[in-house]
Structures are given as structure tokens and as C-alpha cells.
């Protein structure tokens, strides 16, 4: 992209953005640009209570597509995928950045975050306990639709003079569509989800993380009430250490991070519900009864399902594109193989995590106790967790606290690559330091914004980044299939085995 495209582009997304800044208080501010591209980007297929955005839909019909189409593949190449992430089925012939299990891991500190603790509690506000019965058939679902994104990442990746490698949506819809013919089409898609991208990134990966973070810290530490900026000002600082090494720098630091924090939230569930056990069998029968005959939910069951399957979206990211982008570093030989990897990323993020957590919302009662009403209404989902584990052991909020800041974090740095690969597509690599800065910025803005504007501006970004990727992988899935039955094929035939370096 040429210097003149880069003001126009610049002028177009930004002017109004700047306007809003300088006419309002910073809290409206980001109140402000949901207005602006909701208008844009949004629009209700099913007007009224039980409202349906558009782009929920889009996801929904995309993931039961592709699901559909290749076979389920979701359950049948799980047990495959685990070997490949243990390194079984390593060659001589993988190339690549970090290794696949790195890839993941990298992909997982993106996802598993505040979305797994603050957007099931809000989620289950609004939708009641049925939300989680759709959050869930969504994770199943989007396992395919991630198996799609990661194996068309590396099908149309592409290694640049200094070794870095560019891939993702930015890649599969300009060179793919080029592939029927399509390339302005494709190219204009391309750069549609980078927009997109480098957005969500400034909202889903940054802002979003540090206000829903901050609520739950400040239960904690009185200093950080009087003082937000002081949050997003550290927060800031930490991150920037991390992101300014790149990727391998990021993918080690996920590596370390994200089990250890995965396993403490989870063990952390897990006694809240085993101290619980007797009340676990009415959450269950909540989640599946309310899923189809909500009782005094927002919508009915539109409005359960709609909280579902858009929560999901925010904490899996499957239909979005943004973690195909990691997935296209990884050192495979078959891009098949890192699809089946990433097929762990919406089990992991949403089936058990969110699960955990929605068990624990549901068994205390917080969704819908009166005495939670002001942080229900403020969209403070991370706190209104936070007063779940409290409810059941004093010093409980403090393990929350830990892991929401860890989720945090893991969540930006992750995403800062995301944005800064997409912001590096349309202006090219000397203007990735640009965008890091304003990625920091964005980190400590967020600390002194509303939380509910934060959501709705988060909400916006990050599934408008489906519309473009989705019709990409309606058009390319037929490559998909073909690679899929000629990597089962040589599965079968026990070719893939011989060639693994691990049984040499």
C-alpha cells in the first residue's frame, strides 16, 4: 500500500474516531465509535427482543457447514491431533517458526482470557444458564471452522526475505480468490480483515482486557480505585517488554504461561464445584432446559442462543481469522496436520473452560442475586465472577485475581501479534513499531474507560473480522477436503508413520 492510500485509509477510519475524542469525556469516547460502526457493520435479522446480528448468523451457518462437510472431523482427528502437538510426527521437511504445540499455546493465550471469565458471567446475565448449553455446542462447532482457518493459513503462507512469515486470512482471501479468478475481490477482503483485525486488536486485545481486568483488581487492591492509570500504565509496561522480541519471544512466553494458568483457574472451578456437588445436577438441568424454555430471559431462546454462540466467538475466536495467523508459523509438513492442532483451541477455551466457569456463575447464584445487580448492569462480568469464588471461600478472589491478570495478559500479547502482522500486510514492515506504540496506548486509554463501552466497542471489531473471512472459507473449503482425504489416505496407509522422525 502507497503513502496515499495510507492517508486516505488513515482519514476515513480515524477522522471521526478523533472528532468523538475531542467532543466527549474520554468514558464516552469509546460510547461513541460503538455508535459509529455498529451503523456500519451490524445488521438485526431478527428486530426486537429476541434480536439476531447478522454476523452471530453468519458464524452459526458457517460452523455447522463446514462441520457438515467434512465429516465431523472435529471428533474423529482429535486423538491424532494430541500425537502431532507431542511431537510424533515431526520431519525433516517442517518448516516454520515455532514448533506446533508453541503455535497453540501462542493461539490459547489469545483466547483464554477475560472472555472465559468475564464474558460467561455477562453472558449468562443476559442469556440466563442456556447461554452455556449454546456457548458449548458453539465450541464444538467452531473446532472445524478453526481446522479450516489453520490449514488454509499454511496452505497460502508466505516467507519473506527476512525469514518472517506472513499468513492468515490477509493471505488465503488475496491469493486464494486470485485462484477463481477473483483477485480484486479477494485483495479488497484482504484488506477489509486486517482493518478489522488491527481494530479488534486496539479493542479485543487490548482495551477490553485491561478494563475487564482492572474491575477485578480493584476489589483487591484499594490503590488501583483511585489510581486506574497506574493499572494500564504497568500493564503496559509489561507487555511492551514482551511484544518488542516477536513472535518466538511471544510463543515462549505463552508456552510457559498459559498451562500454569489454565491448570490454577481450572483447579480453582473445580473445588467450587466439588464443594458444590450436590447442587451441580439443578445447574446442569438449568443449562440444558433454559437453553430451549428460558425463563424470564432477555429474548427467549434467541436471546440464550444469540449470548452463546456471540460469547463463544469473543473467547474462541473460531470463524474470526485472527488465530490462523499464528497458526500459519508453525513447522509442519501437511497443512492439515497444524488444522487438527488448532482443533484444541475452541475444546480447551470454551468446552471446558467456560463450562468451569459458567458452573461456578450458575451453582452461587451471582447471575441473577440482587445484590449483584450493579455490576450486572455496569457489564463488570471479570467482578461479578470475582464475588462468585468469594461467595464460597474468602480468599478465593485473590487466586481469581491472579489468573485474570494472567489471562490478560496472555491475551495481549498475543493479539498485539495479530495486529501488528495485519497492521504490517497494508503498510509494510517498517511501520510495525507504529503500531506497537498505539497498541500500548490503547492499553493504558482503557484503564481510565467504561467497561460497558469497552464491551460493546470489543463486540463490534472483533465479529465484523468474520464477514470477510467466512466467505473465504466458504470458497477455499473444497481445498480443504481434497488435502484432508489425501492426508487420510496416506494416514491410513501407514506412509505418515514411516516418515515421522520420532521413529527413526
Request: charged letters at 10%.
Amino acid at each position: 500500500m502507497g503513502i496515499r492510500p495510507f492517508f486516505i485509509l488513515s482519514a476515513l477510519l480515524f477522522t471521526p474516531l478523533a472528532q468523538a475524542a475531542q467532543a466527549h469525556p474520554i468514558d464516552d469516547f469509546f460510547g461513541t465509535i460503538n455508535g459509529y460502526l455498529a451503523s456500519v457493520i451490524f445488521y438485526d435479522v431478527f428486530p426486537g427482543e429476541a434480536s439476531m446480528p447478522f454476523i452471530v448468523a453468519w458464524l452459526i451457518v458457517a460452523a455447522v457447514y463446514l462441520t457438515l462437510r467434512f465429516s465431523f472431523v472435529n471428533l474423529r482427528m482429535m486423538g491424532h491431533a494430541f500425537h502431532v502437538m507431542r511431537g510424533k510426527y515431526r520431519t525433516a521437511d517442517d518448516k516454520g517458526e515455532v514448533t506446533p504445540f508453541q503455535a497453540l499455546t501462542t493461539a490459547l493465550s489469545a483466547t483464554v482470557g477475560l472472555g472465559n471469565i468475564a464474558g460467561v458471567a455477562i453472558a449468562i446475565s443476559i442469556g440466563g444458564p442456556g447461554a452455556t448449553f449454546w456457548m458449548i455446542v458453539a465450541g464444538f462447532l467452531g473446532m472445524t471452522t478453526k481446522f479450516t482457518e489453520a490449514t488454509l493459513a499454511q496452505m497460502y503462507r508466505e516467507v519473506r526475505p527476512d525469514g518472517r512469515i506472513m499468513g492468515g486470512p490477509m493471505e488465503y482471501l488475496s491469493r486464494g480468490f486470485a485462484e477463481f479468478n477473483l483477485p480484486r475481490l479477494g485483495k479488497g477482503f484482504a484488506i477489509m480483515f486486517a482493518i478489522f483485525a488491527v481494530l479488534g486488536s486496539f479493542g479485543a486485545g487490548s482495551a477490553f482486557q485491561v478494563s475487564q481486568s482492572l474491575g477485578a483488581v480493584q476489589e483487591q487492591i484499594s490503590f488501583f480505585r483511585d489510581t486506574p492509570i497506574a493499572y494500564g500504565l504497568l500493564m503496559g509496561l509489561a507487555v511492551g517488554v514482551v511484544i518488542i522480541g516477536g513472535l518466538r519471544r511471544i510463543a515462549h512466553t505463552a508456552e510457559a504461561v498459559v498451562p500454569t494458568m489454565i491448570l490454577i483457574y481450572l483447579a480453582a472451578c473445580l473445588w467450587i464445584v466439588l464443594t458444590n456437588i450436590d447442587a451441580v445436577p439443578a445447574a446442569l438441568g438449568k443449562i440444558v432446559t433454559e437453553a430451549f424454555a428460558p425463563i424470564a430471559v432477555a429474548g427467549g431462546m434467541v436471546g440464550a442462543l444469540v449470548q452463546g454462540f456471540k460469547r463463544a466467538a469473543f473467547s474462541s475466536e473460531a470463524g474470526l481469522g485472527s488465530a490462523a495467523i499464528v497458526h500459519s508459523t508453525a513447522m509442519v509438513k501437511y497443512p492439515v496436520r497444524q488444522g487438527m492442532v488448532a482443533l484444541y483451541e475452541p475444546f480447551i477455551d470454551t468446552i471446558i473452560i467456560c463450562t468451569m466457569t459458567a458452573l461456578v456463575i450458575i451453582i452461587t447464584g451471582v447471575y441473577n442475586d440482587p445484590a449483584t445487580l450493579a455490576l450486572r448492569e455496569a457489564s463488570k462480568g471479570a467482578a461479578l465472577t470475582s464475588v462468585a469464588f468469594s461467595s464460597q471461600v474468602s480468599w478465593f478472589p485473590v487466586i481469581l485475581t491472579l489468573c485474570v491478570v494472567l489471562f490478560a495478559y496472555s491475551t495481549m500479547i498475543s493479539w498485539s501479534y495479530y495486529g501488528e502482522r495485519c497492521w504490517t500486510y497494508l503498510f509494510g514492515e517498517r511501520a510495525s513499531l507504529v503500531y506497537r506504540v498505539v497498541f500500548l496506548a490503547f492499553i493504558v486509554v482503557a484503564s481510565i474507560a467504561s467497561a460497558a463501552n469497552m464491551l460493546d466497542f470489543t463486540d463490534l471489531l472483533v465479529l465484523a473480522m468474520a464477514f470477510p473471512n467466512l466467505i473465504g472459507l466458504y470458497l477455499l473449503s473444497g481445498k480443504v477436503k481434497a488435502a484432508l482425504g489425501v492426508y487420510l489416505s496416506r494416514l491410513k496407509s501407514g506412509e505418515l508413520d514411516r516418515e515421522a522422525l520420532s521413529r527413526r
